[in-house]
């Protein structure tokens, strides 16, 4: 569970650094130009210039940051059967899925894992851990690429990227909102802002952040059942279902690094309200989706 994680760190890195300049800068007293009002327009549009451009600046750089936490090598020429297998099973699918041929690495990690990322359809990495290519037939890991690959081709980064931009804009404009109230209803400042203000937007920032987080993951889950299906269009309903159940073993042992937890295909095992902020379905439900579907959908082409 670990990709959507790295992604949303660096999303919140990216949004502090944009409020701080736009702070230090002066834009922000666009939100309260004559001292006594709150000008909601000028606020929306500044939460909108953060919000989009942090979640769009993560997405940019996704494929560099993920090779660089993983330490993967991209391959650029097979060296042995075993890489041209892979390289030839990512082109295979790529071109079945209708997308451009994605950089392709191999990462040191004992466990079974693999993760796609890039900032649109035809320029991305798929990556698989040497646990994977170790511990997997040469059937589950083609279903785990193709999971991959789907994930690619539904173009699920950017749609998420998008998600996020809209939570961010909503958590900038409301926490601000929230704050400007109790500034002036509660500590009755007339002009200006008061500390209660920057406390309030802290406060209500990282509670309104919890709450998008979780509408994020709610996203995340449900592309997980539809990379599935495309992993099972691509390489087979039952390679893809043997696939997951070899995951299942997986759980105990150690996964990625947490901060790209969520770019993983497992994903981690949770329960009450902690399972509103898994970025992926638990194991047993995505085994049962594609054991229910009497036909599965094929990748979506653009």
Do not use: C
């Not at 699920?156 to 998600?163: F, G, K, P």
């Amino acid at each position: 569970m670990k990709r959507i994680f790295l992604f949303l760190v660096t999303n919140i890195a990216v949004l502090l650094v944009l409020s701080v300049t736009l702070r230090l800068l002066g834009i922000e007293q666009i939100l309260d130009r004559e001292g006594v009002g709150l000008d909601l327009n000028a606020l929306l549009v500044l939460a909108a210039v953060i919000g989009f451009g942090g979640s769009l600046i993560s997405l940019l750089i996704s494929k560099w940051s993920a090779k660089r936490m993983v330490g993967a090598q991209v391959i650029e020429v097979p060296s042995n059967t075993t890489e041209r297998w892979f390289f030839d099973t990512v082109k295979r699918h790529a071109d079945k899925a209708g997308i451009g041929m994605p950089e392709v690495a191999i990462y040191e990690a004992p466990e079974i894992n693999a993760f796609a990322t890039g900032w649109n359809r035809n320029s991305s990495l798929v990556a698989v851990s040497t646990g994977l290519l170790q511990n997997m037939t040469q059937d589950e890991a083609e279903a785990v690429i193709g999971h991959e690959v789907s994930h690619v081709a539904n173009g699920d980064m950017v749609t998420l990227a998008l998600i996020q931009g809209v939570v961010n804009t909503f958590v900038i404009f409301l926490s601000r909102v929230v704050g400007y109230l109790v500034d002036r209803v509660v500590f009755k400042v007339e002009r200006g802002h008061g500390p209660a203000f920057w406390i309030t937007v802290i406060i209500a920032q990282f509670v309104l952040g919890i709450l998008a987080t979780v509408v994020v993951m709610w996203f995340s889950r449900q592309r997980e059942f539809r990379a599935d299906a495309g992993g099972a269009a691509l390489a087979g309903r039952e390679k893809m279902i043997s696939a997951l159940e070899r995951l299942k073993l997986n759980h105990e042992r150690p996964q990625l690094p947490d901060q790209i937890a969520a770019f993983g295909i497992s994903g981690g095992v949770a329960s009450g309200i902690k399972h509103l902020f898994m970025s992926h379905p638990p194991l047993d439900d995505r085994i049962a989706a594609l054991r229910e579907s009497g036909r599965v959908s094929p990748v979506r082409r653009a």
